[in-house]
């Protein structure tokens, strides 16, 4: 049974850091890209970044672009969004997800449960 479980989401005050974290079960890691999406109250869910399995790409959105970066150490079936600078219009659910690099979130096989990131002005 494949899972992924996000960590690492809390309240920050604008300006500050948060990592997330995203640890796969129950799937060889190393062959998944993996994205990072949001899902802000009453808005739809919108990517974020994601990168390949060898993780010698990543994307960003233009909203996140220079303020947050993605990463993965497969020896950890572990993905990672740091996300600096932060801005109360980053409060949302983040998700990951495992099975592409496209902004488009049907096109993913597995997704995580989701961790609340909440930044206050």
């Known amino acids: 049974q494949v899972q992924l479980v996000e960590s690492g989401g809390g309240l920050v005050q604008a300006g500050g850091s948060l990592r997330l974290s995203c640890t796969a079960s129950g799937l060889t890691f190393s062959s998944y890209s993996m994205g990072w999406f949001r899902q802000g109250p009453g808005k739809e869910r919108e990517f974020v970044a994601s990168i390949t399995w060898s993780a010698g790409r990543t994307y960003y959105a233009d909203s996140v672009k220079g303020r947050f970066t993605i990463s993965r150490e497969n020896a950890k079936n572990t993905a990672y969004l740091q996300m600096n600078s932060l801005k109360p219009e980053d409060t949302a659910v983040y998700y990951c997800?495992?099975?592409?690099?496209?902004?488009?979130?049907?096109?993913?096989?597995?997704w995580g449960q989701g961790t609340q990131a909440t930044v206050s002005s």
């Open positions: 997800a495992a099975g592409s690099v496209d902004v488009r979130p049907s096109l993913y096989r597995y």
